[in-house]
């Protein structure tokens, strides 16, 4: 069983940390790896940068941008990754857009994602007709989880349809705007988790986008599988490099 499947089984809330590979620093990604699963993270997302990320926020973007500046690659990252598996247990999921991975080979990326250790893709870009219609069969291969993104404008059609092809969690982006943090969700957003949770997809939901605090995973973990935290965490690295990671993450979980 693939590992997020395996995570997404436990009776908990799950926590799930973003970062940009090569960010701070372009050799600090095992590092940031190694402290999330010490301290209590349940799924990592290795965000892989890239020069036009429409889905993220301007935080996200700064750091896609120093990463790439630092040198990081696709190909340096698998490089920096092919001896995790040693030392971490805990689901490893890339984020990244089509066009990288398209242009280092979709059947290849995914062969590579398999020799070293990784369990699923979220790429935003992706089409989910392209991903079903060609794609698929690849990811069955490599028994790779593919994550489609469902928002509050996503129709109950799309919605029902990406639950039915999906093998693993449907990533909840909390608004249509782009990544960023924020102190608190509105009555908004918290109808819109009522309303998906209502809908009893056969899929766990995670949580993304404006997750910063305690109360924030808490809120949207009320209807939810879990969230993500992503512009917080990039925020706290870019603040303080790799220490004090321990603080960041008993923040949200104590």
Known sequence: MNRIN?????NKKLLSI???????????????????????????????????????GPTIQRSS????QNGMTSELLFEQLKDIRKTVSIPLIIMG???PMMQYGMEAF??????????????????VKEYNERIKPIFEKYNLINVFLITPQTSVDRIRFIDEISNGFIY???????????????????????????????????????????????????YAKGAIIGSAFVTHLAQNGTKDIHKFVRAILD
């Open 110 to 127: 995914c062969k590579k994602c398999a020799e070293t250790g990784i369990d699923g893709l979220i790429i935003p870009d992706l089409p």
């Open 18 to 56: 973003y970062f940009t590979a090569g960010f701070p620093k372009l050799n600090d990604t095992a590092t940031i790896i190694s402290a999330l699963e010490k301290n209590g993270v349940d799924f990592i997302e290795i965000g892989l940068p890239f020069s036009d990320p429409l889905a993220d």
């Open 6 to 10: 395996q995570k997404l089984n436990e």
């Open 65 to 68: 941008t120093i990463a790439l």
């Open 172 to 222: 909840m982006v909390s608004s249509a705007s782009v990544t960023g943090s924020q102190n608190s969700f509105g009555k908004t957003q918290n109808d819109y988790f009522e309303r998906i949770h209502a809908m009893k997809l056969k899929s766990p939901q995670i949580v993304g986008f404006g997750i910063s605090n305690a109360e924030t995973f808490h809120q949207a973990t009320k």
């Open 97 to 99: 857009y089509f066009n």
